[in-house]
């Protein structure tokens, strides 16, 4: 069965930098070690995402559509990805705010200007030109792709979906009623975005509810 648009896949994937083989992203340990950047925190292994919600580059996510699940191998262009380079996220800024912060900035020197990430391009006559726009901007990317399975289990697309949002969850589904039990307070307008979500998404399920296993805060005895 091909997948479709708002289908919950299961992938593998590998992103490099085409002109350099640089691996950028990937859920394969092998990989990521085999480029001297693994972690042994993260937990590597494959990944379920739902097509068309914006949780793969566009260009993936359209490269998947109509595929039988399988190996590929594909081919990304700067605007399929993280786009082209836009001059207006080069900012002159002045070396005295470099100076404020107790930094000396170099060409290729990576900072942070008011919580915006940036690269040092050049520094000439007390002024620093810093690109703002995102590392991959510009490049042509090159992935390897696994769709290992379609997910149509309701309460796997469901936990699936959940941990882009919690830590720890549970849930069950009875009668297409989901009940979802977390272990911190979930906001009203939050809990009312993810059942929104949730049926929108998974159209099996008509209804949400949440339980909150949030310790109380011990009160002072009398």
């Known amino acids: 069965m091909p997948i479709a648009k708002g289908d919950f896949v ?19 340990e092998e990989d990521a070690k085999s480029q001297g950047i693994g972690d042994e925190n993260a937990k590597y292994g494959p990944v379920i995402v739902c097509i068309g ?24 262009a700067p605007e399929d990805a993280f786009g082209r380079k836009n001059a207006k996220y080069f900012q002159l800024m002045s070396l005295a705010k470099f100076k404020d912060q107790q930094v000396q900035p170099v060409p290729g020197l990576q900072v942070n200007i008011d919580g915006m990430y940036g690269v040092v391009k ?30 149509t289990e309701p309460k796997e697309k469901l936990d ?9 969850s549970a849930s069950s589904i009875t009668d297409g009623a989901a009940t ?17 979500e949730i049926t929108r998404l998974m159209p099996e399920i008509s209804s949400v ?14």
């Open 53 to 76: 919600e914006g949780q793969l580059l566009r260009g993936l996510e359209a490269f998947l559509e109509g595929k039988e699940p399988g190996k590929y191998q594909v081919l990304l």
């Open 180 to 196: 979802i039990t977390v272990k911190s307070d979930v906001p009203k307008p939050l809990q009312d975005k993810l059942c929104g």
């Open 160 to 168: 699936s979906f959940l941990r882009f949002y919690f830590s720890q």
């Open 122 to 151: 050049s520094v000439s006559g007390g002024r620093v030109v810093v690109d703002f726009n995102h590392p991959l901007a510009g490049r042509e990317l090159e992935y390897e792709i696994e769709a290992h399975r379609i997910i």
């Open 209 to 222: 509810s949440f339980i909150s296993e949030a310790p109380n805060e011990t009160k002072p005895q009398a």
């Open 10 to 28: 299961e992938i593998d994937y590998t992103g490099r930098v085409k002109d350099s083989g640089l691996i950028f992203d990937t859920t394969r």
